[in-house]
């Protein structure tokens, strides 16, 4: 008697664990560099828009 074993593997494709965690990072970094230079009134203005879109009550 004969037994046939098939063996599957995957092969990871895209960005790596390192890769991704890196793009995450530097997209953070940026966000935060941005927010540090623009002012205040800018970014509740925007935040206050994105609140009305969404149906969330703000006053």
């Known amino acids: 008697m004969t037994t046939q074993t098939?063996?599957?593997?995957?092969?990871?494709?895209?960005?790596?664990?390192?890769?991704?965690?890196?793009?995450?990072?530097?997209?953070?970094?940026?966000?935060?560099?941005?927010?540090?230079?623009?002012q205040a009134a800018t970014l509740h203005d925007a935040a206050h828009d994105v609140r009305h879109a969404t149906g969330f009550p703000c006053h």
């Open 6 to 38: 098939q063996t599957i593997t995957q092969s990871k494709s895209g960005i790596s664990t390192l890769g991704a965690a890196l793009l995450v990072a530097a997209m953070g970094l940026g966000l935060m560099v941005v927010t540090g230079h623009v």
